[in-house]
């Protein structure tokens, strides 16, 4: 019968104070946030431009938008234009009849197999852009301007007890 692993003590552990490896993170590519809305591809639609320009003030707000990113923005711009203008085509008709030789047939509505469709590429896009709640709590957002406005008050509570120092921005 085989035996399990020998259990190592807590001398044998690494000690907690070892430092980590410090070109671990040396090759992280670091990303340049716009600070103003990019303007929208000239080919988008007055629909998709106004997408364009919700979706990319926000980014741009959060400071999560770079230019790495407009590609995706411009996908999910024409995902969402498609799915409101397949909703307005549909109307709740998600079921056809149609008259054939042997009498009426009911059958779904193809533009709901394409509003699905539609609907599933428009989720992927919105969780590589953070625009979901569970995704949108998740994504570390740029630097903040230390204008002084955007100072976290748990922050502030603590550099105001006793000798506890500024902490730096």
Known sequence: MAKGRKPKGLNDLAPL???????????????????????????LS????QIWYDVCAEMVADRTLAQKHLNVVEAYCRSLAMLRELHTQIGGDFVITEETKYGLVTKPNPLFALYQKTQAEFRLLAVELGRTPRTGAGIKSGEKP?????????????NSLPGRGKTIN
């Open 46 to 49: 007055d629909a998709e431009q």
């Open 146 to 158: 230390k204008d002084g406005k955007n100072v976290d008050p748990f922050e502030q509570m603590l």
């Open 17 to 43: 104070t070892k430092k980590r490896n410090p070109g671990r993170y040396a090759e992280r590519v670091q990303v340049d946030y716009l600070a103003e809305i990019p303007p929208h591809p000239e080919f």
